[in-house]
């Protein structure tokens, strides 16, 4: 029998491959191509005088200049609003190549194609621009400031104002027996990829099409843009997704300037051109995320139950806003985690600033949120002076609640209803993984070696598996191999692996016969991307759906073929066999030739398909409803997103001289329904929670006040190495199958990186006894707190005056 492959920890078939060098990424195709070179702005905020490309004509081995004037049609119209809002009044996008002015360090102004990259780079250096410069909006106090514009037409620099509430919140607070007030902030980040963005083009003038292969997380996405932008049916357009070297969120956006720019200059040149991008360019023109400023009001009674609760964000988005509102309505809704204020409203207010533009990164949004919610929760707990899971677990969503109703629209722009969970069971798990109730103990014995430690926690919910859908496509070769295809790209993730699974045990076959493939517009052109935690939920579900077509499919030509009932077959190892008649069997692969009714025989396999050998002369070769072939394609389109869950808890030790922060012990727990893998699982946490610890403590993009990136740059930009991240994670799950999908399963992908800011908080504030309002935080900044707290927080954590 076929051993159970769904639950298993599988090993990751993709390894091999990549451990032995042979991943093919995008700069180790076309090795004739032509290359691409970006001249960007070199400032923050101006107006383009004038741009004099003549120096570069006449130099050896170019081959083509691009500005602005050179673009016609859709090319010379802003880049699209990818998801448009009611509430995004003033929407901005960039142009592929700046018209009149720049808004970023960093802003593509002119292309030049070459016969290498070296000459493209110096031909680059040779452009002569004017500029009239202008004073930047650099930061969110400028932008709320607003008394200078990144755009004139632009109010205030106010791209939207959007307000959810389920109540009066005001008056709830004005209610309630106890209030506090924050103030919070966390700082702008990035996802830094090891790989960077770029695109290669081919143009086939015989046959009127256009291939692009791009470093990206959606490639139908980027197919359709390109189909748009140069006027191509999308049939003739194909893009294809090679191994990509990470994400994170970045690689989500589509277009990229490049990625029209480089197909077109492959059409007018009839010869294939590609684009690198470097990693100085990756800082300054890609994306970054996290800025927000909060304030929170909240109101609640002497258990900690919160009766009402009040939040406005200030939210950074760059200068243009392609990605639309998705971060901030990530933030003010994920925000509420597994608690159940009664009444709640939540306004944001997406800025612009002279900066690289906000798009989502692992996370996307809810790191904020979280942190906005769980300091609450930990200054009720001061407040009060109660154990801070006792003040969560008042506010918990019981499991006999579920589905449970916030009340609110979610980014899907669906509502806000959480499917499945267990949040005390949660809670107990992770006290005891992390030894919560014996904390007092190890402190005291710390505290007697003239050490300091502290202990965190941060609770959340994630919305995940968000639609519209996506599918799958499955094929029975002739060989008994089993070829599946989804159109959503893969960045690392373990879709080869995972997805197989599914398919070894909905259709009872062979792990090993199993061929994934992702990202190849050709083999599944109709798909949405990578990201949101999406992929196993949404392709996932659709292959399972697919493999339960073939299962039927071949059921039902086994019947045909061994006269049996559908209802006395089995399928096991590829082999279709009738229950308890051994030797009454016939291989799926035997049933992929009979499935196609042939005229000619190409090989000995083909033979049992020719008319005279096999069918029933009084019926059609392909009766009406059905299809030649041994294969099916179907899609999944959710009603409405699930929703992962989890809590992660950290011991830190704070060096009393240095401020030097050391993580001692680190717990997770997670519900994401049923585990596909939990080998898998375990790995995205993990990497998530290398990632949130650079977040929390070590990353920033650290703009001047000209809008000039200062650490642009690995030698600069201060990450993690393995000798700050965790060298042991604890990790346990729950699961709580979800009810929205054919498998009961959630998303896992950004679990690891979303509570970090807030458990981190958390626990430099336990140790320090001192309220921690702003992340991320450097021993630098650690150590000034120290010098400059005079004992008193009231400028942080407020309780409002007439608190009773």
Same mark, same amino acid.
């Given at each position: 029998?076929?051993?159970?492959?769904?639950?298993?920890?599988?090993?990751?078939?993709?390894?091999?491959?990549?451990? &032995?060098?042979?991943?093919?990424?995008?700069?180790?195709?076309? =090795?004739?191509?032509?290359?691409?070179?970006?001249?960007?702005?070199?400032?923050?905020?101006?107006?383009?005088?004038?741009?004099? @490309?003549?120096?570069?004509?006449?130099?050896?081995?170019?081959?083509?200049?691009? *500005?602005?004037?050179?673009?016609?049609?859709?090319?010379?119209?802003?880049?699209?609003?990818?998801?448009?809002?009611?509430?995004? /009044?003033?929407?901005? /996008?960039?142009?592929a190549l700046a018209k009149d002015q720049?808004?970023?360090?960093?802003?593509?102004?002119?292309?030049?194609?070459? @016969?290498?990259?070296? #000459?493209?780079?110096?031909?680059?250096?040779?452009? !002569?621009?004017?500029?009239?410069?202008?004073?930047?909006?650099?930061?969110?106090?400028?932008?709320?400031?607003?008394?200078?514009?990144?755009?004139?037409?632009?109010?205030?620099?106010?791209?939207?104002?959007?307000?959810?509430?389920?109540?009066?919140?005001?008056?709830?607070?004005?209610?309630?027996?106890?209030?506090?007030?924050?103030?919070?902030?966390?700082?702008?980040?990035?996802?830094?990829?090891?790989?960077?963005?770029?695109?290669?083009?081919?143009?086939?003038?015989? +046959?009127?099409?256009?291939?692009?292969?791009?470093?990206?997380?959606?490639?139908?996405?980027?197919?359709?843009?390109?189909?748009?932008?140069?006027?191509?049916?999308?049939? !003739?357009?194909?893009?294809?997704?090679?191994?990509?070297?990470?994400?994170?969120? @970045?690689?989500?956006?589509?277009?990229?300037?490049?990625?029209?720019?480089?197909?077109?200059?492959?059409? %007018?040149?009839?010869?294939?051109?590609?684009?690198?991008?470097?990693r100085r360019e990756h800082f300054i023109?890609?994306?970054?995320?996290?800025?927000?400023?909060?304030?929170?009001?909240?109101?609640?009674?002497?258990?900690?139950?919160?009766?009402?609760?009040?939040?406005?964000?200030?939210?950074?988005?760059?200068?243009?806003?392609?990605?639309?509102?998705?971060?901030?309505?990530?933030?003010?809704?994920?925000?509420?985690?597994?608690?159940?204020?009664?009444?709640?409203?939540?306004?944001?207010?997406?800025?612009?600033? $002279?900066?690289?533009?906000?798009?989502?990164?692992?996370?996307?949004?809810?790191?904020?949120?979280?942190?906005?919610?769980?300091?609450?929760?930990? %200054?009720?707990?001061?407040?009060?002076?109660?154990?801070?899971?006792?003040? &969560?677990?008042?506010?918990?969503?019981?499991?006999?609640?579920?589905?449970?109703?916030?009340?609110?629209?979610?980014?899907?722009?669906?509502?806000?209803?959480?499917?499945?969970?267990?949040?005390?069971?949660?809670?107990?798990?992770?006290? *005891?993984?992390?030894?919560?109730?014996?904390?007092?103990?190890?402190?005291?014995?710390?505290?007697?070696?003239?050490?300091?430690?502290?202990?965190?926690?941060?609770?959340?919910?994630?919305?995940?598996?968000?639609?519209?859908?996506?599918?799958?496509?499955?094929?029975?070769?002739?060989?008994?191999?089993?070829?599946?295809?989804?159109?959503?790209?893969?960045?690392?993730?373990?879709?080869?692996?995972?997805?197989?699974?599914? #398919?070894?045990?909905?259709?009872?076959?062979?792990?090993?016969?199993?061929?994934?493939?992702?990202?190849?517009?050709?083999?599944?052109?109709?798909?949405?991307?990578?990201?949101?935690? &999406?992929?196993?939920?949404?392709?996932?579900?659709?292959?399972?759906?697919?493999?339960?077509?073939?299962?039927?499919?071949?059921?039902?030509?086994?019947?045909?073929?061994?006269?049996? +009932?559908?209802?006395?077959?089995?399928?096991?190892?590829?082999? @279709?066999? !009738?229950?308890?008649?051994?030797?009454?069997? #016939?291989?799926?692969?035997?049933?992929?030739?009979?499935? $196609?009714?042939? &005229?000619?025989?190409?090989?000995?396999?083909?033979?049992?398909?020719?008319?005279?050998?096999?069918?029933?002369?009084?019926?059609?070769?392909?009766?009406?409803? /059905?299809? =030649?072939?041994?294969?099916?394609?179907?899609?999944?389109? =959710? =009603?409405?997103?699930?929703?992962?869950?989890?809590?992660?808890?950290?011991?830190?030790?704070?060096?009393?001289?240095?401020?030097?922060?050391?993580?001692?012990?680190?717990?997770?727990?997670?519900?994401?329904?049923?585990?596909? +893998?939990?080998?898998?699982?375990?790995?995205?946490?993990?990497?998530?929670?290398?990632?949130?610890?650079?977040?929390?403590?070590?990353?920033?993009?650290?703009?001047?006040?000209?809008?000039?990136?200062? +650490?642009?740059?690995?030698?600069?930009?201060?990450?993690?190495?393995?000798?700050?991240?965790?060298?042991?994670?604890?990790?346990?799950?729950?699961?709580?199958?979800?009810?929205? $999908?054919?498998?009961?399963?959630?998303?896992?992908?950004?679990?690891?990186?979303?509570?970090?800011?807030?458990?981190?908080?958390?626990?430099?504030?336990?140790?320090?006894?001192?309220?921690?309002?702003r992340m991320p935080i450097s021993p630098?900044?650690?150590?000034?707190?120290?010098?400059?707290?005079?004992?008193?927080?009231?400028?942080?954590?407020?309780?409002?005056?007439?608190?009773?």
């Amino acid at each position: 029998m076929t051993t159970k492959a769904f639950g298993e920890r599988v090993a990751r078939v993709e390894d091999e491959r990549f451990l &032995r060098g042979r991943g093919r990424y995008l700069d180790d195709l076309a =090795p004739d191509a032509l290359h691409v070179a970006v001249l960007r702005s070199p400032h923050a905020h101006a107006r383009i005088l004038d741009i004099d @490309v003549d120096p570069v004509l006449d130099l050896d081995g170019v081959v083509a200049v691009y *500005t602005y004037d050179d673009l016609t049609g859709a090319m010379a119209e802003p880049l699209p609003m990818l998801i448009p809002h009611p509430d995004l /009044t003033h929407g901005r /996008t960039q142009y592929a190549l700046a018209k009149d002015q720049v808004n970023y360090v960093g802003e593509a102004i002119a292309m030049v194609v070459a @016969v290498d990259r070296y #000459v493209a780079e110096d031909a680059v250096g040779r452009i !002569v621009v004017s500029y009239e410069v202008m004073t930047p909006v650099v930061g969110l106090d400028a932008a709320r400031a607003a008394e200078r514009l990144v755009h004139d037409d632009v109010p205030g620099n106010v791209a939207a104002t959007s307000t959810q509430a389920t109540g009066d919140a005001m008056a709830a607070i004005g209610r309630a027996p106890h209030r506090l007030a924050l103030d919070l902030d966390i700082e702008r980040s990035a996802c830094t990829p090891m790989e960077g963005r770029g695109t290669v083009a081919k143009w086939d003038t015989d +046959n009127g099409r256009l291939e692009v292969w791009s470093s990206t997380q959606t490639s139908t996405g980027v197919r359709a843009a390109i189909a748009s932008k140069l006027g191509l049916d999308l049939s !003739v357009v194909d893009v294809i997704t090679p191994d990509v070297g990470g994400g994170f969120g @970045v690689k989500v956006v589509h277009p990229w300037p490049e990625e029209v720019l480089v197909p077109m200059a492959a059409m %007018a040149l009839g010869r294939p051109v590609k684009f690198t991008e470097d990693r100085r360019e990756h800082f300054i023109s890609a994306a970054h995320e996290r800025a927000q400023q909060q304030h929170v009001e909240v109101g609640f009674d002497d258990d900690g139950r919160i009766l009402g609760l009040d939040v406005e964000v200030w939210h950074d988005n760059g200068a243009y806003l392609p990605y639309g509102l998705i971060v901030p309505i990530i933030t003010t809704t994920q925000l509420l985690g597994p608690y159940k204020p009664p009444v709640y409203k939540a306004t944001f207010h997406s800025l612009y600033t $002279n900066t690289v533009i906000v798009t989502p990164y692992r996370g996307a949004g809810r790191p904020q949120g979280v942190f906005a919610m769980e300091r609450t929760m930990d %200054a009720i707990a001061s407040y009060l002076g109660k154990d801070r899971t006792e003040v &969560r677990s008042a506010n918990f969503i019981q499991p006999d609640e579920f589905p449970y109703d916030q009340g609110l629209i979610f980014q899907d722009g669906k509502p806000l209803i959480y499917d499945s969970g267990d949040f005390p069971q949660m809670l107990d798990k992770l006290k *005891t993984l992390v030894g919560w109730d014996e904390f007092g103990a190890f402190r005291d014995e710390m505290r007697a070696q003239g050490r300091t430690v502290g202990m965190g926690i941060g609770c959340y919910v994630e919305g995940t598996g968000v639609g519209p859908y996506e599918g799958g496509h499955i094929q029975v070769e002739t060989t008994g191999k089993i070829k599946v295809s989804t159109g959503l790209t893969t960045q690392g993730q373990g879709h080869q692996t995972a997805f197989a699974q599914i #398919v070894a045990d909905e259709l009872g076959v062979r792990f090993e016969d199993v061929e994934v493939v992702t990202g190849d517009t050709r083999r599944m052109p109709y798909a949405v991307g990578t990201y949101a935690s &999406r992929a196993a939920v949404m392709s996932g579900s659709a292959i399972a759906l697919s493999a339960r077509s073939v299962k039927r499919k071949a059921l039902e030509l086994a019947a045909e073929a061994l006269e049996a +009932n559908v209802d006395d077959l089995e399928i096991a190892d590829g082999v @279709v066999s !009738v229950k308890g008649a051994p030797g009454a069997q #016939v291989s799926l692969g035997t049933l992929a030739v009979l499935s $196609n009714p042939l &005229r000619y025989a190409f090989d000995e396999a083909s033979k049992a398909a020719t008319q005279f050998s096999v069918g029933d002369a009084d019926k059609v070769p392909v009766p009406e409803g /059905t299809s =030649p072939g041994l294969e099916s394609r179907d899609f999944y389109s =959710p =009603p409405r997103s699930t929703f992962a869950s989890g809590m992660h808890a950290v011991i830190v030790e704070t060096d009393p001289d240095t401020a030097e922060i050391t993580i001692l012990k680190y717990a997770v727990v997670h519900d994401c329904g049923r585990l596909i +893998n939990p080998m898998i699982v375990e790995g995205q946490i993990h990497g998530g929670v290398a990632q949130g610890v650079g977040g929390a403590l070590y990353e920033r993009m650290a703009y001047d006040e000209h809008g000039q990136l200062q +650490n642009a740059s690995f030698m600069d930009f201060l990450m993690p190495y393995v000798t700050e991240v965790p060298k042991t994670i604890d990790v346990d799950h729950l699961e709580t199958p979800s009810p929205l $999908n054919p498998l009961g399963i959630k998303g896992a992908g950004e679990a690891g990186v979303i509570p970090s800011a807030a458990v981190f908080a958390s626990a430099i504030e336990d140790a320090e006894g001192f309220t921690i309002t702003r992340m991320p935080i450097s021993p630098s900044e650690l150590y000034d707190l120290r010098r400059t707290h005079a004992g008193s927080d009231e400028a942080a954590v407020v309780a409002v005056e007439g608190d009773s």
